[in-house]
């Protein structure tokens, strides 16, 4: 009789390792998301100081000229807006793209 309760015994250390081995697998996984999701705050707490840095750059750009942009109060030459506005009557119009 206690060959039999021994043999099942053996067969239940087998079942106990792999299900050992299953839990440790699944804390090892969740232990690597948690790593994973502390390093993803600490992005996010450092993009708020560049986010700020970032709107105060843009708002120095924003108010200096760019010195290779000509400065003009409207256009130079008037005839060169006929160009981009479009036709003024589309029935009048032979443009084939249009």
């Known amino acids: 009789m206690q060959a039999g309760g021994g043999g099942g015994g053996g067969g239940g250390d087998v ?4 299900g050992r081995h299953r839990i440790q697998a699944e804390l090892k996984k969740l232990e690597q998301e948690a790593r994973f999701l502390e390093e993803e705050l600490e992005e996010l707490e450092k993009t708020d100081k560049v986010s700020s840095a970032l709107q105060e750059f843009l708002t ?3 108010s200096k000229a760019d010195p290779l942009l000509p400065v003009t109060a409207g256009p ?6 006929r160009w981009f506005e479009g ?3 589309l029935r009048r119009c032979k443009c084939w793209f249009l």
């Open 60 to 62: 120095t750009m924003e």
């Open 15 to 18: 079942a106990d390792m792999r």
């Open 76 to 81: 130079v030459n008037q005839s060169w807006d």
């Open 87 to 89: 036709p003024q009557d």
